[in-house]
């Protein structure tokens, strides 16, 4: 299948590649293109703001998550009616998992998906040398999928140049540069970037940043790269890999979603599954909403920051009282992470102030000063999940980025990482409940929403509270 595709990666973080990406898109918007944009990993932030420029999700392509032909037919499904599909890479280029793998890296994704790659040079404090760090990049793999450069922070005297030298040494193409773009940046925080809508005339910047970028960037040479990736071998339908992926309920199930400036970390790909198997999803928001939806069978308590808005969610008794209430009565229920955290009876919020939360799980969240238990792990079930047993749901991938913990973290399922011999238990797994600090991609085990949905199937028949 003919996509035309880049991904832009970089040789660390702190490149500036979510910037020049966001730009990059603000720029193929304004010439009228229909972009899909993806994040390599499982960051959630970053989708944010490629979701902001063009208007539609952003998704996660995540080769720890998925094997290769789901992979595939990821991209392909939700690029298939787009002019392009723009990826933005992670860490730097070949950076994976455990630290020794390309696996999980940009690479990794831009092999699985033969997409070529714009390597964006961080130039601040380099000039000749700049040659030698290509070089490397381009001949660390034999096939390393690099077919460009662009230079970040460089002056537009030092630009001409270094393109020349590049193109004449590398025999790469350089599809220009970046020069430092203070009143354009994109803040820090504790858990990556702020979140779009905190960003004082984000929209402004962006379109700046992309008028910057229709000057000093290639970007009708950028797309001929872009037509020129070869064809997508992806599969049609993932039923074969297996049946999990054709499930239906036979009647239409209200799932509440918590949705707010406290719970905002989603997978845009989990809501679509979880649609295409027969759920309606209901937002709703623990911090401003009084009470839950009406005739829900089930609820969904992702994560986000919990802790910035411990405050509201404190003051929100009715709210924190309804789930409880649901939860305790046999409601179905999947927290992650932030809402896991939400679950428990108290939680510390940033300033470290102690706030009384929903109370369904036992005990206290606490900051910790580092992250805790970051990165991928492999679950394993020691008790059957909503009622399946746990030798039918077998392994899930999963990630976790937290710097709170729990006295009460669960021992229902054993977690690994990989690579490495560090494991350990986690998660609540009750017959109505999954909760716990992992973040799961439904798309790399389909039978969690299965089981989800099937405990929500039979709630509902047996009588909402």
């Given at each position: 299948?003919?996509?035309?595709r880049?991904l832009?990666a970089?040789?660390?973080?702190?490149?500036?590649k979510?910037?020049i990406?966001?730009?990059?898109?603000?720029?193929?918007?304004?010439?009228?293109?229909?972009?899909?944009?993806?994040?390599c990993?499982p960051?959630y932030i970053?989708p944010m703001?490629?979701?902001?420029?063009?208007?539609?999700?952003?998704r996660?392509?995540?080769?720890?998550f998925?094997?290769?032909?789901?992979?595939?037919?990821?991209?392909?499904?939700?690029?298939?009616?787009c002019?392009?599909?723009?990826m933005?890479g992670v860490m730097?280029?070949y950076?994976?998992?455990?630290g020794i793998?390309?696996r999980?890296?940009?690479?990794d994704?831009?092999?699985?998906t033969?997409t070529?790659v714009?390597?964006?040079?961080?130039s601040r404090?380099?000039?000749?040398?700049?040659?030698?760090?290509?070089?490397?990049f381009?001949?660390?793999?034999?096939?390393?999928?690099?077919?460009g450069?662009?230079f970040?922070?460089?002056s537009?005297?030092?630009?001409?140049?270094?393109?020349?030298?590049?193109e004449?040494?590398l025999?790469?193409?350089v599809?220009?540069y970046?020069p430092?773009?203070?009143?354009?940046?994109?803040?820090?925080?504790?858990?990556g970037?702020?979140?779009?809508?905190?960003i004082?005339?984000l929209?402004?910047?962006l379109?700046?940043?992309?008028?910057?970028?229709e000057?000093?960037?290639?970007?009708?040479?950028?797309?001929?790269?872009?037509?020129?990736?070869?064809?997508?071998?992806?599969?049609?339908?993932?039923?074969?890999?297996?049946?999990a992926?054709?499930f239906?309920?036979?009647?239409?199930l209200r799932i509440?979603?918590?949705k707010?400036e406290?719970?905002?970390?989603?997978?845009?790909?989990?809501?679509r599954m979880?649609?295409?198997?027969g759920?309606?999803?209901?937002?709703?928001?623990?911090?401003?909403?009084?009470?839950?939806?009406?005739?829900?069978?089930?609820i969904?308590?992702?994560?986000?920051?919990p802790?910035?808005n411990g405050?509201?969610?404190e003051r929100?008794e009715s709210?924190?009282t309804?789930i409880?209430r649901a939860v305790?009565?046999?409601?179905?229920?999947i927290?992650e992470?932030?809402?896991?955290?939400y679950?428990?009876e108290?939680m510390?919020?940033?300033?470290g102030i102690?706030?009384?939360?929903?109370?369904v799980?036992?005990g206290?969240?606490f900051r910790?000063?580092?992250?805790?238990?970051f990165?991928y792990v492999t679950l394993?079930?020691?008790?059957?999940?909503f009622?399946?047993?746990a030798?039918?749901?077998?392994?899930?991938p999963?990630h976790?980025?937290?710097?709170?913990?729990?006295?009460?973290c669960g021992?229902?399922?054993?977690?690994?990482?990989?690579?490495?011999?560090?494991g350990?238990?986690?998660i609540?797994?009750t017959?109505?409940l999954?909760?716990?600090?992992?973040?799961?991609?439904?798309?790399g085990?389909?039978?969690i929403?299965?089981?989800?949905?099937?405990?929500?199937?039979e709630?509902?028949?047996t009588g909402r509270?």
């Amino acid at each position: 299948m003919k996509i035309p595709r880049i991904l832009l990666a970089a040789g660390a973080s702190g490149s500036g590649k979510t910037l020049i990406t966001c730009g990059l898109l603000q720029a193929l918007v304004n010439r009228k293109k229909k972009v899909a944009s993806f994040k390599c990993g499982p960051d959630y932030i970053d989708p944010m703001f490629h979701s902001r420029v063009i208007g539609t999700k952003s998704r996660n392509l995540d080769t720890f998550f998925t094997d290769a032909d789901t992979t595939r037919y990821l991209l392909r499904r939700n690029a298939a009616d787009c002019d392009i599909a723009v990826m933005e890479g992670v860490m730097g280029f070949y950076d994976g998992v455990g630290g020794i793998s390309t696996r999980a890296s940009a690479y990794d994704l831009a092999d699985t998906t033969d997409t070529p790659v714009i390597l964006i040079v961080n130039s601040r404090g380099m000039s000749i040398s700049l040659a030698a760090y290509i070089k490397g990049f381009m001949e660390y793999k034999e096939n390393s999928h690099i077919k460009g450069v662009v230079f970040n922070q460089m002056s537009p005297m030092l630009y001409p140049r270094m393109k020349k030298l590049v193109e004449e040494e590398l025999g790469i193409e350089v599809f220009g540069y970046v020069p430092k773009v203070e009143d354009c940046v994109i803040e820090s925080r504790h858990l990556g970037l702020v979140l779009p809508e905190e960003i004082v005339d984000l929209k402004e910047r962006l379109q700046k940043l992309a008028g910057v970028l229709e000057d000093t960037l290639e970007i009708d040479r950028i797309l001929a790269l872009a037509e020129n990736a070869p064809d997508l071998n992806a599969p049609e339908s993932l039923s074969q890999k297996n049946p999990a992926f054709d499930f239906h309920l036979p009647e239409k199930l209200r799932i509440g979603v918590a949705k707010d400036e406290a719970f905002c970390f989603f997978y845009a790909d989990n809501f679509r599954m979880l649609q295409e198997m027969g759920a309606e999803l209901v937002e709703f928001s623990p911090v401003h909403d009084a009470h839950l939806p009406e005739n829900l069978d089930g609820i969904l308590l992702y994560g986000g920051y919990p802790e910035l808005n411990g405050e509201a969610l404190e003051r929100n008794e009715s709210m924190k009282t309804e789930i409880a209430r649901a939860v305790n009565g046999g409601m179905p229920c999947i927290a992650e992470c932030g809402g896991f955290m939400y679950l428990h009876e108290q939680m510390e919020d940033m300033d470290g102030i102690s706030r009384k939360t929903c109370g369904v799980i036992t005990g206290k969240c606490f900051r910790t000063p580092k992250l805790t238990r970051f990165g991928y792990v492999t679950l394993t079930a020691t008790k059957p999940i909503f009622g399946i047993a746990a030798e039918e749901v077998g392994e899930i991938p999963a990630h976790e980025f937290h710097y709170f913990d729990s006295e009460n973290c669960g021992n229902d399922f054993h977690a690994v990482k990989p690579l490495s011999k560090r494991g350990w238990d986690c998660i609540h797994s009750t017959g109505n409940l999954l909760a716990g600090y992992p973040h799961l991609y439904y798309y790399g085990n389909p039978e969690i929403p299965r089981a989800f949905l099937l405990k929500c199937m039979e709630y509902h028949k047996t009588g909402r509270i």
